[in-house]
């Protein structure tokens, strides 16, 4: 029901802007903190590495609860965190609050799915997932940039009191249009920890593993990047992240109707930006316009990535679709917090402008993965076909 899926994708705006609002302003954080940019980043991989490590767990956990008071209940936190954090506290609160609603992300994902496509059609399912999804793209297009242009007008604590509104304003859209949502079918457990065990489950959560990692090792110092790289003011950067959220509105309105058709043909199609994108970014050099262009196409190759990633998993294991979802998530932030952590690394011993090789490499890991899901496939089909 498109309804259902419209409250998910804002309640994923909140949840999105809180997890990556941060990426524009981290300059800001190491100044104000007198830290390295490094030790900034610990505020998007620590969140991002406590979803990879719970994730599932915490899934499975909750998937018996009603799902109207799971997203609710995880939003609220959201809010209550960024009010928290808008307050500039010492740095070790700042991650520790920054953490917590970590634990609960991936509920949130996995439960917004699941109430947007219940009841529908095998047909509209994943145009229904990538109206939930486009909650990425549309927060980096509206409230992360917009949050990280006040944070350049001011300082950077405006920039969590606009996540928090934007929580508050999910909080209650949830709250009074989302129906009590019991669950009725209760799966067991070991039904869906089987999934670990299929090779071909293993193989498309490396994919997304590798392919997230390759993006996050320079996607995660956006600001540093154009900053330092490319000679960018904070107010431009700050367009920039509003050039690339409107590219990636567009590029996951698309990528729905592409899984439609074929789902490894779209992971792989959105992929190659990981390797096509260091090469057009060193090649623009100085030059402002021609950055642009890249920065438009890195958008669009980007920003279907998590709903990619989701189907792709999925599709491996179709009979356990929350707890897949959630493991899609777990590990498309592991990827995030290696990712961070590698660029992080990469930025303080060599520079910035390295960056995008990291991303480079792991692109090629991703393809590997995806190679190897494909070939499993066809020799599954062809033992299939002898058997019969």
Known sequence: MKKYAYIGCLGFIAVITTEFGVIGILPQIAEHYKISIDKAGYLLSAFALVIALTGPFMTLLTSEIDRKKIMTITVFMFLFTGVISSFSP??????????????????????????????????????????????????MVTTVPFATWIAGLWSWEYSFIIQSVVSCIALITIYFLLPAMPVKEKKSYGSQIKILAQPLFILSTLANF????????????????????????????SYMLLFFGVIGIIANWIAGKMLNKNVTRTMAFFLSGTLLIPILLYLSDGNLWATVVVIGIWGFLYSPSFLNASTYMISSAPNALEFANSL????????????????????????????????FIFGILAFLMILMRSIFEKRNQQISTCNN
Do not use: C, D, H
Request: glycine share 12%; proline share 5%; aromatic share 14%.
């Open 328 to 359: 899609a998530t777990s590990f498309g932030n592991l990827g995030v917090t290696l990712g961070t952590t590698i660029g992080g690394w990469i930025i303080i011993t060599k520079g910035v402008e390295y960056t995008p090789w990291i991303g």
């Open 210 to 237: 590798f392919m997230i990692t390759a993006w996050f090792s320079t996607y995660s110092y956006f600001a540093e990047y154009l900053g330092k790289g490319k000679g960018m003011s904070p107010s431009m950067i």
């Open 90 to 139: 010492p740095f070790w609160l700042l991650i520790i609050v920054r953490i917590l609603p970590a634990f609960l992300q991936p509920v949130y994902i996995a439960t917004a799915l699941s109430v947007a496509i219940s009841g529908a059609a095998e047909s509209r399912k994943n145009g229904l997932m990538s109206i939930v999804f486009n909650g990425v793209a549309i927060a």
